[in-house]
């Protein structure tokens, strides 16, 4: 099991790390006080037919994490066992994690079950981009079976999907003859407040889901889905990856999220700066002869 936890040291320092690799070995890119920049990179030939990934992660009470796959990752022909990529996640109290995977193909013959789970704590967030593509060039694609599941601490889920796509077998209304779906979804907090308070436009629920999702529109003329907590998806399909992304929103999503990192720090320290300033006035104390300090 490939394994990443993350969490604050006392006084504000560099926040305490573990990495522990699997088929998939994590770095160290960077860290600073409350943050930490990890990449994953393969170890080996993954994903081969029957092979087994699993992946957790844990980002500690007001961390911030952010990990981005170096390459992406093959799905190779199956031998008769599904290949597994499961993936658990768990951010505590105000934490937040920004997590960019790069392309998975899945390729003729390949079978693979995809799970990705993910429990929040209070304010907490999390921000995902995955980009799913059937097949190599002049392959149809194989069968994945990509399940999600994003909850909180207490409430009602934030997003729960099961997506199965089959290349040999396209299905009108899914991906239909397209190849590629690239996503994000963003949990924990909203983000498209600003974007769509100023839009001159009529909300409509999402079909088939009136009562958990919104469906909009975007200035940039992505399709958004507003969730129901605080959260949105959205979604770009196509037959090529780089004509099918949704780069735009994913920047805009990661930069804020990571903003607002930056804006915790900057109140933690300037609790901080205060902190200490009223502990050093308790030590002034005032004799016959003026002010003097305990030493």
Known sequence: ????????????????????????????????????????????????????VSISVRVGA?????????????????????SQWNV????????????????FIVTDSAVVDRTTSVSLGHEAVICLRETLVLGRSGEAGGIICASTDIRGVDGPPYFVEQLSLDGARPRPGVLGRATVLDSAIVAGADLETEIYSSANFEAKPASGSESTTTSLSSPDGDRVLILKRPGAVVRAIGTAAHSAQVDARWRRWMDRVIDAKDNRQAAANQAATEASEDECSDTVTHGKNGVTRDE
Do not use: N
């Open 1 to 52: 099991m490939t394994a990443i936890s993350i969490e604050a040291s006392t006084g504000g320092g560099l926040p305490k790390i573990r990495l522990r690799a699997g088929l998939l070995q994590p770095r160290l890119v960077s860290r600073s006080a409350g943050f930490a920049h990890i990449a994953l990179v393969a170890g080996g030939a993954t994903l081969l037919g029957g092979d087994s």
């Open 88 to 103: 658990d996640v768990e951010v505590e109290d105000g934490g937040a994690l920004v997590w960019e995977s790069f392309p």
């Open 62 to 82: 007001g961390c911030t994490v952010r990990i981005e796959d170096i390459g992406g990752t093959v799905a190779y022909p199956s031998t008769g066992t599904a």
